[in-house]
């Protein structure tokens, strides 16, 4: 069904990102051809919050093993800390808006990335809705049409989020790990908007396990694709649109060349035929810290 396509995915969670990862991004698409999806972060910026949680170890572990403030640039240690966060969408709406007249394909990413990672599971209903509605309302005044998907941060999928989100003009989402495309169900019920899965790992939870380096990460990541399966790739615009923006290059190539080609996410759910239902759990993930929704296989 698929073929040799890779759906690719870019998270945006910072105002760097979006101010410099995006821009490179979209200059690589344009010389590669490639059409993607972009999930945009476009509220405050508090990023600087989650990188001071640094305090717990297992986080100290990944931010040491990944050279986060390489990665993000040195002010991402401040962002939202000392002072409210720059609003992202505010400030570089021009940015999401030539991505989007670039022919990419624009999801909600969240109002405040920091936010719904660290505290998705302790909020109400209505805070998860406030904050669904003031993201999507930006990128709507933005792009001039509403957002077509969403992807929320972490990958802190839950029933409430779910729910909420099913009230919102998304035509799909892709909140879990996964195989497959599937119809989440919830009580019983299969929601209408599908999920889109993200089947291989990112950079920062491979890179430094198990022998992976930079020298051998690309290596790594082309034997993670399936012909003829889904296959989602998510990048980060603060990662391959930054630092790892040349070895991305060089992995878009090597794709290109074993016959595989690039997709939005959009793409591949129209390309899916029968879909079938199934369940998103919680589970603890390898290079990720606390849980995760994961696609239930059985
Ligand atoms: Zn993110």
């Known amino acids: 069904m698929h073929n040799k396509k890779i759906g690719l995915r870019i998270d945006v969670d910072t105002f760097r990102g979006t101010k410099v990862g995006v821009p490179n991004l979209n ?5 590669y051809d490639i059409k993607a999806t972009y999930y945009f972060s476009v509220g405050p910026d508090n990023m600087g919050r989650h990188l001071w949680r640094m305090l717990k170890p297992a986080f100290a572990w990944k931010m040491l093993r990944t050279n986060a403030a390489g990665l993000y640039g040195p002010e991402i240690i401040f962002m939202g800390t000392m002072w409210p966060g720059i609003q992202i969408g505010k400030r570089l709406g021009h940015v999401i808006k ?3 007249e670039d ?18 599971d302790k909020m109400s209903p209505q805070q998860i809705e406030a904050a669904l509605t003031k993201g999507v309302n930006c990128l709507t005044k933005i792009c001039g049409q509403a957002p077509v998907s969403s992807a929320v941060p972490g990958w802190r999928c839950t029933d409430a989020l779910l ?8 035509s799909y989402n892709s909140d879990c790990r996964g195989e497959f ?10 929601l209408k908007q599908v999920q889109v899965p993200v089947t291989m790992p990112t950079y920062d939870e491979v890179l430094g396990r198990d022998g992976v380096s ?10 993670q694709l399936r012909p003829g399966k889904l296959n989602i790739l998510t990048i980060h615009a603060e990662a391959e649109g930054g630092k790892c923006l040349e070895m991305f290059e060089q992995y878009i190539l090597r794709a290109q060349k074993d016959g595989w080609s690039f997709a939005t996410l959009g793409e591949l759910v129209k390309e899916a035929g029968e879909i079938p239902e199934g369940k998103i759990m919680q589970e603890s993930f390898p290079g990720r810290e606390g849980w995760l929704g994961v696609q239930g296989i059985n």
């Open 181 to 190: 495309i599937f119809r989440p169900l919830i009580d019983g019920k299969a």
């Open 103 to 120: 022919g990419h394909e624009i999801g909600l990413h969240s109002w405040d990335h920091h936010r719904i990672q660290a505290k998705i």
């Open 163 to 170: 729910i909420e989100k099913a009230k919102q003009p998304f």
């Open 98 to 100: 030539e991505s989007f």
């Open 214 to 223: 930079d020298d051998n990460y690309n290596d790594f990541m082309l034997s």
């Open 27 to 31: 200059a690589l698409f344009k010389k």
